[in-house]
């Protein structure tokens, strides 16, 4: 089965760090391009950022509310991705999901909850 | 860079009617527009890539058109579990920006 199982959210004080955790299993991580994705409660969803596969030199982007302060990483060994935040605002407070970019975001996992707040 | 619009931003029809949603890309993204839908408290579901390719498992009333700069959602027969926000979203290029949504009730 195909699956994504994010881990790593809590609360945590404005300033302050915290590192999101995606597990894969089911498909070949190695060659997927990793995603995530963010959605405050009752708004939208907020593109975050994304890592490439190694084929195409691990390149990173993100989205211009989170750069300089958001680095997404992975580990094809484990077979996981990684959301390391830094500098955390009351505005990103949201639940933060991985997926899987194929053609569109074809797999996501169930989320993990960050709060932001003193 | 490209900005995504959507409308309506909510709309509410009958079981059975036809439902049609707009999404405009402020600049030309070819063909790389996907549709999600995200019914309340659950994770978003593709639905359609390419801009007209039906995800697998996904039921045939979802139908998606377009290219460039405009592209539609249309549900040919709405049904109650059709109650939902959908979105869009460009996939040519970083940033991969999301629509706002548009939320169908019933």
């Known amino acids: 089965e195909v699956q994504l199982v994010e881990s790593g959210g809590g609360l945590v004080q404005p300033g302050g760090s915290l590192k999101l955790s995606c597990a894969a299993s ?25 890592v490439r596969s190694k084929a195409n030199s691990y390149a990173t982007a993100y989205a211009a509310s989170v750069k300089g302060r958001f680095t997404i990483s992975r580990d094809d060994s484990k077979s996981t991705a990684y959301l390391q935040m830094n500098s955390l605002k009351t505005e990103d ?20 909850t960050v709060t932001v707040s003193s | 860079d490209i900005q995504m619009t959507q ?13 049609t949603i707009t999404c405009r890309a402020s600049q030309g993204i070819s063909n790389y527009l996907a549709w999600y839908q995200q019914k309340p408290g659950k994770v978003p579901k593709l ?25 539609t959602l249309t549900i040919s ?30």
Not at chain 1, 26 to 37: K, P, Q, R, Y
Not at chain 2, 88 to 99: E, I, K, L, V
Request: aromatic share 14%.
């Open chain 1, 93 to 112: 407070t949201a639940v933060y999901y991985c997926t899987r970019l194929l053609s569109g975001l074809d797999v996501w996992g169930q989320g993990t």
């Open chain 2, 77 to 106: 027969s709405l049904q109650p579990g059709d109650v939902a926000t959908y979105y869009c979203q460009r996939y040519n290029s970083a940033p991969f920006t999301f629509g706002p949504g548009t939320k169908v009730d019933i």
């Open chain 1, 26 to 50: 089911g498909f070949t991580f190695s060659g997927s391009a990793m995603h995530w994705v963010r959605q405050a409660s009752g708004k939208g969803l907020e593109w975050v950022g994304r």
């Open chain 2, 47 to 71: 639905l359609i890539y390419a801009a007209s390719t039906l995800q697998s498992g996904v039921p045939s009333r979802f139908s998606g058109s377009g290219s460039g700069t405009d592209f």
């Open chain 2, 7 to 19: 409308s309506p931003s909510s709309l509410s029809a009958s079981v059975g009617d036809r439902v």
